[in-house]
């Protein structure tokens, strides 16, 4: 089994975690839980690749798993707010 080479190798898989989850909170989201856990890993991640250098890649894919769990959550918001009127 391999190590992982630097702390960055650790920290790859979250910023794209962050993004598809985003991106799938846009059109499913129950309770605004999936795009909660974006932001959360977005923010997680933005934080270790700080951390591990400057990796200019990977900080953008975390801000669009931000951006894109903020987005599914103004969305959900959105629907219900007009539903109930």
Do not use: C, H
């Not at 960055?8 to 975690?17: E, F, Q, S, T």
């Not at 962050?18 to 934080?47: D, Q, R, W």
């Not at 270790?48 to 250098?53: D, I, S």
């Amino acid at each position: 089994m391999t190590e992982p080479s630097s702390a960055l190798d650790a920290k790859v898989w979250l910023p794209i975690a962050a993004l598809v989850l985003g991106a799938v909170s846009i059109f499913f989201n129950p309770y605004l839980l999936v795009s909660a856990i974006a932001i959360v890993l977005g923010i997680i991640a933005m934080v270790g690749v700080r951390r591990a250098g400057n990796q200019r890649t990977y900080r953008l894919i975390a801000i669009l798993g931000i951006v894109a769990g903020a987005i599914g959550a103004v969305s959900v918001i959105v629907s219900n707010t007009i539903s109930a009127l």
